[in-house]
Nanobody, 128 residues
């Protein structure tokens, strides 16, 4: 079982930047696909970015494309979400999640039910 711990959230003004980190323990990320999700009050949890186990394939929701970047550092067993040009509508609790893959599976995954392991979340608040 892999444990995930997110960090890097906080309060930032609109137009600012934050970098979220998702550190894994118990297993190595090179055998996992990883996704970042967010959930705003009263809304469903949604995928904002995903990355394949090698980092070779990435996905971004239209709402964050061009502003967010997902990356993986296998040496540190950490996945990052760099968030630039933040908007008030980006305010949410951000979660990372991972799912085990195989050497032949280098896909990203965007569905909530496709992930078995979740972190506890980190709050991001963007003020206008």
């Amino acid at each position: 079982q892999v444990q995930l711990v997110e960090s890097g959230g906080g309060l930032v003004q609109a137009g600012g930047s934050l970098r979220l980190s998702c550190a894994a323990s118990g297993r190595i990320f090179s055998m996992y696909a990883v996704g970042w999700f967010r959930q705003a009050p009263g809304r469903e949890r949604e995928n904002v970015a995903a990355i394949s186990r090698s980092g070779g394939s990435t996905y971004y929701a239209d709402s964050v494309k061009g502003r967010f970047t997902i990356s993986i550092d296998n040496a540190k067993n950490t996945v990052y979400l760099q968030m630039n040009s933040l908007k008030p509508e980006d305010t949410a609790v951000y979660f990372c999640a991972c799912r085990p893959t195989s050497w032949s599976d280098d896909n990203y995954y965007t569905g909530l039910r496709e992930y078995a392991n979740w972190g506890q979340g980190t709050q991001v608040t963007v003020s206008s």
